[in-house]
């Protein structure tokens, strides 16, 4: 009876530790992180620390703004689940033309993994678009392609973005 209560404890302590070290090292849990066309990547390349860069129209990093919110980041991830996906780039053309040579920044977000691998790429439009593009994945033909994806975002990404890419760019 006293062996079965030392197992219990133990089997309680190394779960309770493997949430603990889980928590504290990747922005997903493994239980419950689902790969979608927004998260393609495994859990584990959504490793912390992870943090995001502002970038201007040239696609060139603006030096000083690799921010380290956490909150922000999941907030990023939510309301890009949250938004509509439109499809593959290479399959709208209505908004190639309409959003062509209209890029005015956007943010590229980091993780440890890898030496800080870019896990996620988004190009804003600017504050009148209600669409952006972002790296991501679909099933086209079948097959799983890695590829640039339009998103209407939600309100509140808008809002986001708006708030932190205006005045930095």
Known sequence: MRTKAVVVVLVFIIMFA???YINNNFLFSPLTFKRDSITYLPYNWYAKPMAYSYMNYDNEKIKGDNINNEEEIKLIYKELKKSRLLG???HIDIFKSQLEGRIQGGLYINSSYSDGCTVTDLKWFGSNS??????GSLKLNGNDTTTNLYIKMTPELKEFLNSKLSGKL
């Open 18 to 20: 493997a949430g603990i």
């Open 88 to 90: 593959p780039i290479q």
């Open 130 to 135: 209600d669409i952006c593009e972002i790296s």
